[in-house]
């Protein structure tokens, strides 16, 4: 099954100049998306509803990570996707430009805690998500215990149509 995210542009934008801010200790910021899903013949569409920073006090002091979060964070993440239901993936930035790549400390501890994801929400997936500058990779699992799959299609969604009722037309 091909697994897309949709996202609005003006949270994608959001996003970006949040996980940009520096933080007092940690080297890099946090932050989730629930997203509310449908189905289309073999393909799983992810529709971003919403993105929640971590907060600042919810990060914590830790040698050879970028940023680690405690469980206030993933707490409150889980209670940001309990109603309605939704789908939550974790996501943070490595910057730069071209398709980024997991860390191996990224990898080991998404296998960790995305899985706990389902204990407070398990009809979801849920995923980890790292972007760069312009572009972006992810892993979603739909069961805990199985490993995760590429999402393979991010779309930024911009500049509905809307009907011009003076000269019926699309603009």
Known sequence: MTVTIKILGRILDHMRIDLRRSHKFAHERIGFMTANLATNDDELIMMVRD??????????????VGAQIGSNAIRKALQSAYRPQSALLHIHTHGGRG??????TDLRSGQEFVPSF??????????????????????LWYHPERNPVDIGNFVRVDSPYFRDWTNNELA
């Open 118 to 139: 389902f204990n407070t929400l398990p009809k979801m997936p849920h995923g980890l998500i790292v972007l760069s500058d312009d572009s972006v990779t992810g892993l």
């Open 99 to 104: 398709r980024p790549g997991f860390s191996g």
């Open 51 to 64: 993105y929640t920073p971590v907060a600042d006090d919810d990060y914590e002091r830790a040698a050879g």
